[in-house]
Each structure stands twice: as structure tokens, then as C-alpha cells.
């Protein structure tokens, strides 16, 4: 069978861009810029066997490079200047794609993170964004391997209208990992804990030696099944078993999550139940509901957001947590102007509660090259950190080329 290699110019060909991990990046190679605001579409969980011709096999090589220069503030007053991807984490992935023919589809797909001002490579693995592979037909679709956590590709795809750019540690909405002073929106439960470090799961990639090598927003050893959409309605279904031994003290920390979308012309909507399970090094365990979704207005999109958490066990220091976040964005020629706010609060007598309201544009230079210019602060976590007099803020601006 005869193979051709595809450079693209883009994040993938519509046939393998259902559920992506944390879909940061222009979905076509005619669209504009990844930071752009796509209009409501959802996460199209299940490619169709019209998108490539029969026997045929592709690798596509993309990504997306993001440098710029941001000033932040912490609770306690500390300034800090750093280079490097503020905006959005720069990216280079390999995707695959066969066409098996009867109206079947494989596909892989490996995704690292460099970072723009050392050049060295994510600390959390090769490749720490992605490394899975799918079979895929009008059934629907299965994938296995390191992949977006239940609830990643909604929010970001749809809810969040910008792809979990921008803010607190360049993830928009969600809360952008071990180094975010602000938590909001939660990609996985963090069963009662107010830092990373012990409130996710090992079935996120932590080793319990290591805390710090826990993944905010994806799961490993992920299996995953994606439904065809009928009606408009579409289901995902995913468990991440952490392989620890079974009878581990407390348990195993394993992942569930169920995603249920509904999408039809401009207006989607979506459900998601997900838990998490105790493990050695953290007795407590947590389930997260997440309810969201947008409507597009045409050059103005507008994206809601609420989510439930509860946490129970002897290590939770919450056991009751209520997040929500409203985004809009629109077009003015080659400038898409964009508003983030809401809020984080939890039952805990400490912990780390957040008002955010996150704010900023960019301007397109070209269909992959854009300008931005971002601002947050959250103007609630200083009173939960001690000796915090100022309100934890990061002001933003640089370039990002997608390829």
C-alpha cells in the first residue's frame, strides 16, 4: 500500500480531532489562529470515514510555538518577570491516521511540550500532552493512553471559547497547575485538597514519591469509548486505572469519568460526572459535576460554566466545593477582544478559594501567527495566604505561530 507523509500546517484533519487533550490549537489550516474564539461546535468526538480515502495513511506534524514576556504578582507582594509560553503552552505533535477501509479509522497521536526559553522539554514526560492511539468507525471510537481527562475537551473546545488560553498559568478557565497561585475550574476532582500535590489522583501520571509529576488536566493508562452523535447528542465514557496493586492502603486512586454533549447549529451544551479515587499517599477520595455551555451569536460568542465538588475521607481538608465561570468573546476585524471572570470557593476554614476576572485580546497577523495582550488577578486569594496584601495578578503580552 502506497504511503504519503503529510507536513501539515495545521492541529489535525477533521477525522481525528474528536475529544482532543486540551484543544489549544486551530482545528483546520484554513482557520485563524488558535487563540481565536471557534465558533460552538463541541468536541466531535467521533470522525467519519468520509474524511480520507479508502486504504489510505497519513503523519501529520504541527503544533504551536508561543513566546512572549509576562509580569506576575503574588499574594504576599513578590514580582516576577519571566520569558517563555504565556499565553498558551507551546506544542509539537505527531499525528497518524490509517484508513482500514469498511468505515474504519486508526490513528495515534504523540504530543510533547518545549519550553520556549530554556528548550528543554516538559518536565512531566516526553510526551506529557498526549501519547495515545484510537480505532474509530461509524460505532463510534475507543482510545487508549495518556489523554484530556472527561470534562477537558468541552471546556476548553467549547466553555472556555479561546481553548484554555490565556490567565493563570496560560490555561484560560482551568486551573493551570502545581505552580497557579488561583484554582477555578477543575479538569479533574481534587478530592478535598487545596494543592495539587496530594489532592490528584495517580491515575493523572503522579508518582507517589513524586507528587509533583500529577497531570491537572489529563489521565494516563486512559481507555476511553466515544459514541457516534445521534440526534445532536453525543456520550464519552473513560476509566484510568493508577496500576497500583490491588488492596493498596486506602485504595488504588483509580479515575471514572462519563461526558454527555448535546449540539445542534449554535448552541452546545454538556454534562460531565467524574470521580477519584483514594490512594497511599492520600486518604480521600472525590467526585466532580461539571454542567456548561455556549451559544453562538455569530462575531460574539458567550460560554457558562458550574461545577460541584465533593470530597470525603479522613485527608480531605474540604469536603464541599462550588466553582462557576462566564466567557465571551468576539471578532473586530483581525482583534478578538475576550472576558473571563468568575469564581472558586470551598467549605474549608483554609484553603484556596478565587475571584478571577481574566481579560486581554489578540490580533491576528496572519491565518497562524497572532499578537496577544492578557491580564488576571484574582481578587480573593490574598486573604488565605499569610501575610497576602495584594491580590495575586499577571499582566502578559508576546506571539504565537501555529504550524
Same mark, same amino acid.
Do not use: C, Y
Given at each position: 500500500m502506497k504511503k504519503k507523509i503529510f507536513v501539515?500546517?495545521?492541529?489535525?484533519?477533521?477525522?481525528?480531532?474528536?475529544? #482532543? #487533550?486540551? /484543544?489549544?490549537?486551530?482545528?483546520?489550516?484554513?482557520?485563524?489562529?488558535?487563540?481565536?474564539?471557534? /465558533?460552538? /461546535?463541541?468536541? !466531535? /468526538?467521533?470522525?467519519?470515514?468520509? #474524511?480520507?480515502?479508502?486504504? $489510505?495513511?497519513?503523519?501529520?506534524?504541527? +503544533?504551536?510555538?508561543d513566546a512572549g514576556v509576562s509580569r506576575s504578582q503574588s499574594a504576599t507582594g513578590q514580582t516576577l518577570?519571566?520569558? !517563555?509560553?504565556?499565553? +498558551? @503552552? $507551546?506544542?509539537?505533535?505527531?499525528? +497518524?491516521?490509517e484508513d482500514m477501509g469498511g468505515g474504519n479509522i486508526a490513528s495515534f497521536r504523540l504530543?510533547? &511540550?518545549? *519550553?520556549? #526559553?530554556?528548550?528543554?522539554? *516538559?518536565?512531566?514526560?516526553?510526551?506529557?500532552?498526549?501519547?495515545?492511539?484510537?480505532? @474509530? +468507525? *461509524?460505532?463510534?471510537?475507543?482510545?487508549?493512553?495518556? &489523554?484530556?481527562s472527561a470534562n477537558v475537551a468541552f471546556i476548553c473546545d467549547v466553555i472556555d471559547l479561546i481553548d484554555c488560553h490565556s490567565g493563570f498559568s496560560g490555561a484560560g478557565v482551568l486551573f493551570g497547575g502545581n505552580g497557579s497561585s488561583t484554582r477555578w475550574i477543575s479538569a479533574n476532582p481534587v478530592r478535598g485538597q487545596t494543592t495539587n500535590a496530594r489532592g490528584l489522583a495517580p491515575s493523572t501520571g503522579a508518582v507517589l514519591a513524586d507528587p509533583a509529576s500529577r497531570d491537572t488536566v489529563r489521565v494516563v493508562n486512559g481507555m476511553s469509548y466515544f459514541s457516534p452523535r445521534i440526534g445532536g447528542v453525543e456520550a464519552m465514557i473513560q476509566y484510568a486505572p493508577s496500576e497500583l496493586p490491588k488492596g493498596s492502603l486506602n485504595g488504588q486512586g483509580d479515575s471514572f469519568g462519563l461526558n454527555v454533549n448535546y449540539l445542534s447549529g449554535p448552541l452546545a451544551a454538556g454534562v460531565m460526572y467524574q470521580t477519584a479515587g483514594a490512594d497511599p499517599g492520600t486518604n480521600a477520595s472525590g467526585k466532580l459535576i461539571t454542567l456548561g455551555g455556549a451559544y453562538n451569536f455569530g462575531p460574539t460568542q458567550i460560554g457558562a460554566v458550574y461545577q460541584s465538588e465533593s470530597a470525603s475521607g479522613p485527608a480531605a481538608v474540604f469536603t464541599r466545593a462550588r466553582s462557576w465561570a462566564i466567557t465571551a468573546a468576539t471578532h473586530f476585524g483581525a482583534a478578538t477582544p475576550y472576558l473571563k471572570f468568575g469564581q472558586h470557593r470551598t467549605n474549608a476554614a483554609t484553603g484556596i478559594d478565587s475571584a478571577v476576572i481574566n481579560i486581554g485580546t489578540t490580533y491576528n497577523l496572519s491565518k497562524r501567527t497572532l499578537l496577544y495582550a492578557d491580564y488576571a488577578v484574582d481578587r480573593k486569594a490574598k486573604v488565605l495566604v499569610t501575610g497576602g496584601n495584594t491580590n495575586p495578578s499577571i499582566m502578559s503580552i508576546g506571539i504565537q505561530n501555529n504550524f
Open positions: 501539515g500546517l495545521a492541529l489535525l484533519t477533521s477525522s481525528i480531532a474528536f475529544a #482532543d #487533550d486540551i /484543544h489549544s490549537a486551530s482545528p483546520d489550516p484554513s482557520s485563524a489562529p488558535s487563540s481565536s474564539p471557534s /465558533h460552538v /461546535h463541541g468536541p !466531535g /468526538h467521533s470522525p467519519t470515514h468520509t #474524511d480520507s480515502v479508502s486504504g $489510505s495513511s497519513s503523519l501529520t506534524i504541527s +503544533g504551536q510555538v518577570t519571566e520569558q !517563555g509560553s504565556q499565553f +498558551g @503552552a $507551546s506544542r509539537f505533535r505527531f499525528v +497518524g491516521i504530543e510533547m &511540550q518545549p *519550553n520556549m #526559553d530554556t528548550g528543554s522539554v *516538559n518536565r512531566f514526560a516526553l510526551f506529557n500532552r498526549a501519547a495515545w492511539v484510537s480505532l @474509530a +468507525g *461509524n460505532w463510534g471510537s475507543i482510545r487508549l493512553g495518556k &489523554q484530556g
